[in-house]
């Protein structure tokens, strides 16, 4: 038997639950597609972030636009560290020190040796048929190393 998977790239489409042939395939074949999350423990601190930016733009707000939004916190601490951007080398080492102290509404926003988010939140999304109709169902998260079914 095949084990078919996704990618952030598929995760959530609304072409692949709108095409009712593909959808149903989808559903049967279980199909988890994984895609950057956001962490539930912070909901308090990402949710009026994300609704006031789909208030203003009419976009929802996912964990890509919020990691952004931390982003630019962090990249202007680093300009106000580093004072300009003629020394590379020093606007490097500022924007690893303000990452790495930073914690904002996707979490913290420390790196590892390689550059990336020492912690990650992902989500692992599926579709499913409910009440006669195929939909993107969230069937579990992956957080700072613990995998979550549901």
Do not use: M
């Amino acid at each position: 038997s095949t084990h078919w998977y996704g990618s952030d790239g598929v995760a959530l489409s609304a072409a692949l639950v709108g095409d009712s042939d593909a959808a149903a395939f989808a559903a049967s074949a279980g199909y988890p597609n994984p895609t950057f999350g956001l962490p539930d423990a912070l909901q308090s601190l990402w949710q009026p972030v994300a609704n006031a930016i789909e208030a203003r733009t009419g976009i929802t707000a996912d964990a890509f636009a919020l990691s952004a939004y931390d982003a630019l916190f962090v990249v202007a601490q680093a300009l106000q560290d580093a004072g300009n951007l003629k020394d590379f080398a020093r606007f490097k080492e500022a924007f690893v020190n303000a990452a790495n102290a930073y914690s904002g509404v996707t979490g913290s926003t420390a790196l590892d040796s390689a550059g990336d988010r020492l912690n990650a939140d992902f989500d692992f999304w599926a579709v499913r048929l409910t009440n006669g109709s195929y939909d993107w169902a969230r069937i579990g998260t992956y957080t700072n190393g613990t995998l979550t079914l549901f």
